[in-house]
Structure formats: structure tokens, C-alpha cells
T-cell receptor
Framework: GAVVSQHPSRVICKSGTSVKIECRSL??????MFWYRQFPKQSLMLMAT?????????EQGVEKDKFLINHASLTLSTLTVTSAHPEDSSFYIC???????????????FGPGTRLTVT | AQSVTQPDIHITVSEGASLELRCNYS??????LFWYVQSPGQGLQLLLK??????LVQGIKGFEAEFKRSQSSFNLRKPSVHWSDAAEYFC???????????????FGKGTKLSVKP
């Protein structure tokens, strides 16, 4: 099956620094990637959607200058949390989807997540 | 607006007992429906999905779900729960790409399943 990896799995950084999280599709080409944020004991909230070679589309309330998303290739998307603060501490999960094809049947394949802690 | 409701925040069942997790959705078009499971500190694993066809869908790990359009429901069931099934379960509806969306997933708030020995 389709595999999505995330790196790092866990990161601790100091307040004010920037952190980059990578999301890779290992065995398929991801035309679209999604970034989610999950607070403890809560559901996944979509932050942004990115298509390869295009600017990301951010959900309402998500600061695009703070959460920089780059989808430079069909297998890699990155999320950079700039000038991180303790309130940015969360579990970040990416997912990837390939071309839906003529049938429009599709699903998202999820990465294992990245735990960000800002001290 | 599209939404997914999982009415039960936390359910506890005894090992070997049957399980049903409820999911109701609100979506204007034909829904694409999913159930995911998440173990603590892990990503999401797809249990099963419904796109079209037979309304009773079989998934992995012995799970099944039934799509009932008249009730806008997609409840997840398992006849005999194992201790390893303890996890968080999320129901999701996928936006239809034909409608011009990116195919976003809208998640319910999740149901935590605990299993008693």
C-alpha cells in the first residue's frame, strides 16, 4: 500500500526558532498533500492543502506567514513553523493523495505524525 | 456546511463483546465515508471506506460499517472486540472532487475506545 513518512517524529525547540517538518510519499506521486494539526484528545484540524508546484491553500484562521508550506516535488512537502511559540506545540500530521483518476475514487494516506514541543 | 458527528466521546466494552461506534454526517452530495483508527502518538490508519455500491463495507481487523443514506449514518461495528482494539476512532467524510474541491476530509471529534479484560 501507499506509504507516507514524516520527519522528524518528535522535535523540541526553543521559543522563537523555526522548525521544518518533512512529509514524503514513498511509493507514489502525491499531487496533493494536506497538513493537519491535532491538539491533545481532539480531532484533526485541516491547516492547509498544497498541490505540487502551487501555493498552498490555507484554512481560515491559519497564519500562512507562520506556517510555511512548500510542495516542491511530487513526493515531498514541507511545513515550516516560523518563530515558534509554546502555543504552537502540537501533533502535526500530513497526508498525501495521488491523482484520483477517472473514477474519482481516492483516499488520503497519512503519515505517522510529528510531535512538536516548543519550550 | 459539511459536518461529521460522533456522539460518543468515550466507550468502554469488555473484551469479546460486540462494538458499535456511531457516526452521522451532513453532506449535500454523495458522500465518501471513512473510518480511521489512531493509537496514542501515532498517525491514522484506514479501517475501511465507502465510495459507492454495497452499503455494507468490510474493513481490516474484522471491522465493518454500514452506510445508511436515510439516516445519514455510517456506523462502525465489530462482533468481538480484542484488547488491541483500544484506540481512538475517527469517522470522516471526503469532499467530492467533482464538486471542485480538493477532496478534503472532514473529521468527527473521535470516539475513544477502552477495552476491559
Amino acid at each position: 500500500g501507499a506509504v507516507v513518512s514524516q520527519h522528524p517524529s518528535r522535535v523540541i525547540c526553543k521559543s522563537g526558532t523555526s522548525v521544518k517538518i518533512e512529509c514524503r510519499s514513498l511509493d507514489f506521486q502525491a499531487t496533493t498533500m494536506f497538513w493537519y494539526r491535532q491538539f491533545p484528545k481532539q480531532s484533526l484540524m485541516l491547516m492547509a492543502t498544497s498541490n505540487e508546484g502551487s501555493k498552498a491553500t490555507y484554512e481560515q484562521g491559519v497564519e500562512k506567514d507562520k506556517f510555511l508550506i512548500n510542495h516542491a516535488s511530487l513526493t515531498l512537502s514541507t511545513l515550516t513553523v516560523t518563530s515558534a511559540h509554546p502555543e504552537d506545540s502540537s501533533f502535526y500530521i500530513c497526508s498525501a493523495r495521488d491523482s484520483p483518476g477517472l473514477s474519482y475514487n481516492y483516499e488520503q494516506y497519512f503519515g505517522p505524525g510529528t510531535r512538536l514541543t516548543v519550550t | 456546511a459539511q459536518s461529521v458527528t460522533q456522539p460518543d466521546i468515550h466507550i468502554t466494552v469488555s473484551e469479546g463483546a460486540s462494538l458499535e461506534l456511531r457516526c452521522n454526517y451532513s453532506y449535500g452530495a454523495t458522500p465518501y465515508l471513512f473510518w480511521y483508527v489512531q493509537s496514542p502518538g501515532q498517525g491514522l490508519q484506514l479501517l475501511l471506506k465507502y465510495f459507492s455500491g454495497d452499503t455494507l463495507v468490510q474493513g481490516i481487523k474484522g471491522f465493518e460499517a454500514e452506510f445508511k443514506r436515510s439516516q445519514s449514518s455510517f456506523n462502525l461495528r465489530k462482533p468481538s472486540v480484542h484488547w488491541s482494539d483500544a484506540a481512538e476512532y475517527f469517522c470522516a467524510v471526503g469532499e467530492n472532487i467533482r464538486g471542485g474541491s480538493q477532496g478534503n476530509l472532514i473529521f468527527g471529534k473521535g470516539t475513544k475506545l477502552s477495552v476491559k479484560p
